[in-house]
């Protein structure tokens, strides 16, 4: 079969894409589905998602035999599978000699072959055969009953350039109901991102089920009213705001996750962004210089001056918490890719004014030997990365974790800018970037009157397509310890799922190609490239029902007039 290098649609790009002279594959009512021994995850998507999208059954296939029921189990399948030449099949399979996450996409006019050097593998080359079917491939049930379904033959090599590809959901500031959290597992997936970082607590809400502390739900989980736009707003929405998931909600959120090859790393702040726990358990306060009792949830945005009391009783209750959620987050949850052993505790943004006015706070200063407060601070960080570490699993926090020493297993989200990310690889630590000047989703889009509620910095879809990872500056020695890259989506202007549909969407596109494919030097990238094959993959996110910013700007129903934002003029640091 005669190939040459030939374009396609795909986002994020291949590494190198193959196609014949000619020759399509056409997927119909006999097209069955033929899976080796440990492809089941992609195998169960393929049916229940690409099978509906399709009207198609895609029976399972033993070699050698008829049609099985469709949920027969693959477990039982034969080795052999992988070599036997089956026409109107997809063939699913595990090659040793391709990496974890790499995955090869054969097409031909008889049958699609997919390998991967592991199950996660075998599912991305299936995101990628979803998206050479086309924008209908992305629906929920066949809107064109018959139509034919063809994929070009041609082979696609892939892999991804780093392990972290992530996106933080902040479920805390505006909760987000499961099955939304479902839905972006989903969009994720959809874009071979593998890493969702769930920011569960902070001091506008407490988000997950603790059972032996029941209230941190009962009465953290709810404000009374809400603050609408940036916190100099004068705007509230006067009616209660809150929710949290149940820890089976949870559970169906990591399984759901780990289906699709997702790891959930879990975020619980300390000891700044607590209010929410401190009003529900006041002695958690710093009790001899405030009121911690007349703390209610709070309703406004910004840094909160209330954090916790650097005291026994709090390392206890929150070593209880994390007793509950490390079996609610397990370390080795099935089909995850790799990062389920992190745990991310915050350390960001904690104001010292309590413990500098607290004879407790300072008592516990000169009882620990310790300089000051921000040795405090890194005292009480430090607990807990070792209490985490005895237990197999990784301290993960804010680049001001590293105030104060960092033990070697910890690993740092680099957001205030390239530096942290670069001290933290240089002192040996693993490192997840995500600056807030370049991929904080909840920055605005464009530099418009009609841009809703403008925050921060104007970063545009090129600005996020042009975002290097990698900090500059940085030799290849430390390079190594960047594990990958992270968008983060902060939802405080963020009410509902619509808004943040807005925010995250397109751009989030262009973050998936910066994190998977083996771009170029950002001024080198090919950005109309990238618009062109965007085209096509705005229908898909039309499909999905995806609530994106036009590229010609904000729908009427998008705007958010006379709402007050914090837009920041000109280009954004690079430090």
């Not at 479902?182 to 959809?190: G, I, K, S």
């Given at each position: ?281 006041p002695e958690l306060g710093n009790t001899d210089v405030i009121d911690a009792t007349a703390l209610t949830v ?278």
């Amino acid at each position: 079969m005669a190939q040459d290098e030939i374009k396609n649609d795909v986002i994020p790009a291949a590494r190198a894409v193959a196609g014949a002279v000619r020759g399509a594959f056409l997927f119909d009512q006999d097209t069955t589905l033929r899976a080796a021994p440990g492809t089941g995850t992609a195998e169960r998507w393929l049916r229940a998602t690409l099978g509906a999208a399709l009207g198609l059954p895609l029976p399972a296939v033993s070699p050698g035999g008829p049609p099985t029921a469709a949920s027969a189990a693959v477990s039982s399948a034969p080795s052999a599978v992988g070599r036997e030449s089956a026409a109107n099949s997809v063939r699913l399979l595990l090659d040793d000699t391709l990496e974890p996450e790499a995955y090869r996409l054969r097409v031909t006019d008889r049958s699609v072959e997919i390998r991967g050097g592991a199950p996660a593998g075998v599912f991305w080359g299936a995101q990628t055969l979803r998206q050479l079917l086309g924008p209908d491939a992305f629906r929920r049930a066949p809107v064109r009953p018959g139509a034919a379904h063809a994929v070009p033959a041609q082979v696609i090599e892939d892999a991804p350039r780093f392990r972290w590809r992530g996106l933080m959901l902040d479920v805390a500031r505006h909760f987000m109901p499961k099955d939304g959290v479902l839905r972006y597992l989903d969009l994720m997936a959809a874009h071979k991102l593998n890493v969702l970082h769930l920011h569960l607590t902070d001091d506008q809400g407490w988000r997950v089920e603790i059972k032996r502390y029941p209230k941190l739900t009962e009465t953290g989980s709810w404000r009374s009213r809400t603050k609408v736009g940036h916190r100099a707003s004068p705007l509230w929405e006067d009616k209660p705001h809150g929710g949290h998931y149940t820890q089976d909600d949870i559970r169906e959120i990591v399984a759901y996750a780990a289906e699709r090859h997702i790891s959930v790393v879990p975020e619980i702040d300390v000891p700044g962004h607590s209010q929410a726990a401190i009003a529900a358990y006041p002695e958690l306060g710093n009790t001899d210089v405030i009121d911690a009792t007349a703390l209610t949830v709070w309703d406004n945005w910004g840094i909160n001056p209330n954090v916790l009391a650097p005291t026994d009783n709090t390392l206890r209750f929150y070593e209880g918490v994390f007793e509950e959620l490390l079996d609610l987050f397990p370390a080795n949850a099935t089909g995850s890719t790799g990062f389920s052993e992190f745990f991310h505790i915050g350390g960001d943004e904690c104001p010292k004014d309590q413990w500098r006015a607290s004879p407790a706070a300072q008592a516990r200063i000169r009882e620990l030997g310790l300089a000051d407060e921000d040795e405090l601070q890194a005292w009480f960080v430090g607990h807990f990365d070792k209490w985490l570490a005895a237990r197999g699993r990784r301290l993960i926090g804010w680049d001001e974790i590293l105030e104060g020493g960092l033990a070697d297993g910890a690993a740092v989200s680099s957001w205030r800018g390239y530096a942290g990310g670069i001290a933290a690889a240089r002192a040996g630590h693993d490192v997840v970037m995500c600056p807030e000047q370049q991929v904080y989703l909840d920055h605005r889009q464009d530099a418009g009157a009609d841009e809703p509620v403008p925050i921060g910095y104007v970063r545009t879809l090129e600005d996020v397509y042009r975002f290097e990872p990698v900090p500059p500056g940085l030799d290849a020695d430390h390079a190594h310890h960047v594990l990958g890259a992270q968008a983060n989506v902060w939802t405080e202007v963020m009410e509902d799922s619509a808004r943040v549909d807005y925010q995250t969407f397109p751009r989030l596109a262009a973050f998936a190609e910066v994190a998977w494919s083996a771009l170029p030097a950002p001024s080198q990238r090919d950005f109309a490239d990238f618009e062109r094959r965007m085209t096509t993959h705005y229908r898909r996110l039309d499909a999905l029902g995806v609530a994106y910013r036009p590229p010609t700007g904000p729908h009427p129903w998008q705007r958010r007039p006379g709402i007050l934002g914090r837009p920041i003029d000109g280009p954004p640091p690079v430090r």
